[in-house]
């Protein structure tokens, strides 16, 4: 698995990724089945609110190689401050229509 995470531009003073990258280390949360080995293919955010970069980055990602395009949970959970991008479904969404069905999107890390 080729993964590229786009992460909350909000939120990235407060959280470095640590856990995320853990969490794929280890493979544990939404990683937890995937048998192959992960490769980090990117690290992006999703350029600020109402999150329209992250179309195109997510694409650039897997221009790079990746085959999965991941959410993190600061995106569609609200991890750390509890409060999920009220945009979070329209980006993912418009990933989908971009990236066709070919490339799995997760919608978050931990």
Not at 29 to 56: D, H, Q, R
């Amino acid at each position: 698995m080729k993964v590229g995470l786009i992460r909350c531009l909000q939120t990235e003073d407060m959280c470095p990724g640590t856990v995320d990258l853990k969490i794929i280390r280890e493979k544990k949360g939404a990683f937890a089945n995937v048998s192959e080995e992960i490769e980090l293919i990117g690290f992006n955010t999703c350029g600020g609110c109402p999150g329209k970069k992250a179309v195109a980055r997510a694409a650039e990602m897997v221009k790079r190689g990746a085959d999965t395009i991941v959410l993190c949970s600061c995106i569609t959970r609200g991890t750390p401050i509890g409060f999920p991008c009220p945009h979070a479904e329209a980006m993912k969404e418009a990933m989908a229509k971009k990236l066709g069905a070919e490339i799995k999107i997760l919608d978050y890390t931990h």
